[in-house]
């Protein structure tokens, strides 16, 4: 169940294996941020310490994903999978419809797959892809209820392995408890991990027209092999509404090898407006991941929600 718990991490937050230098596909295609070339930002009176503050106690980004549930969309998911020499060998493409009201909550509008993709069993050839499903597909359907009563992120249940994927995409730089040799480094935030990380925040404009602030924790240059290695967290960017200062995206790019495993892995969420809701609107990953006695696995995805409606 640990190694279960472990890969469900890497899956949705994290590319990876033994660092090859082949230049792979990627999904994302949609440039949404253009950064100023010049920034004002002494009128507003902010520094790192109020970003920090603002990533470390938003409710709002995980709160968009609770809203999703009240709108009828649609969701277009681009799966793709990679051989060794990061060429596609299999592809999954779904155009799901979810239904706020009626009794069909979700309607495959189309539903495809080529290459590589199950077992003649039926289930999976990648667990990444089996945990894809458990995500993104229970998202969909019953997982980001309203209201619902926080887990503690304790002992073996669904409940508490989800706690920890929250923690790790709408809480960072909380520690993941639970799992052997990472928890603590995900804490980017504390005073002992500072002397190896940058802080910095730039003016944007987001998707043509909303002013924002782009929040970059990156691991600083100069620093010895040794200790980026020790490193988990390479790159955490948020993105800040200069309006309300709420989130609207955040990218992380984590990477880290030891005895039991290797991964290095990119994950992007973008948000957008539909009327007065923040929805998700923009999700990519890619990621390998390698433990001991499975297969390594490579994999990337682009998922995106469009014509939300409220019913």
Not at 61 to 72: G, H, P, V
Not at 154 to 179: C, E, W
Request: proline share 4%; net charge positive.
């Amino acid at each position: 169940m640990r190694r279960g718990l472990l890969v469900l991490l890497l899956t949705l937050s994290c590319y990876a294996g033994f660092a090859q230098q082949i230049p792979r596909f990627n999904p994302d295609t949609i440039k949404t941020i253009a950064l100023d070339s010049t920034v004002n930002i002494v009128a507003q009176k902010l520094s790192v310490e109020t970003f920090i503050k603002a990533v470390t106690t938003d409710t709002t980004f995980y709160q968009a994903f609770r809203k999703m549930k009240k709108y009828s969309f649609v969701a277009e998911n681009r799966i793709y999978t990679y051989d060794k020499k990061n060429k596609v060998n299999g592809k999954v493409y779904r155009k799901i419809k979810h239904n706020h009201s009626g009794p069909v909550k979700l309607e495959y509008l189309v539903k495809q797959d080529t290459g590589k993709v199950f077992k003649k069993n039926g289930k999976y050839q990648l667990y990444t892809l089996e945990m894809f499903d458990y995500i993104f597909m229970n998202a969909y359907a019953s997982d980001f209820v309203p209201d619902a009563p926080a887990a503690d992120g304790k002992g073996d249940s669904n409940a508490g392995y989800k706690q920890k994927l929250k923690t790790l995409i709408f809480n960072p730089g909380r520690p993941v408890k639970g799992i052997p040799f990472i928890g603590s480094k995900t804490e980017i935030f504390t005073s002992n991990m500072r002397q190896y990380y940058d802080y910095g925040f730039q003016s944007g404009t987001y998707l043509d027209s909303i002013p924002v602030y782009r929040f970059r924790v990156s691991v600083k240059d100069g620093l010895s092999s040794w200790t980026k290695d020790g490193l988990m967290i390479k790159e955490l960017v948020t993105i800040f509404d200069k309006r309300n200062f709420e989130i609207l995206g955040r990218y992380v790019d984590m990477k880290y090898s030891n005895m039991l495993f290797d991964f290095d892995v990119q994950m992007n969420i973008e948000m957008s407006y539909f009327g007065e809701d923040k929805l998700p609107s923009k999700i990519t990953y890619q990621g390998n991941w390698n433990v001991p006695l499975k297969k390594e696995e490579r994999a990337s995805f682009l998922i995106v929600h469009k014509d939300y409606k409220a019913d």
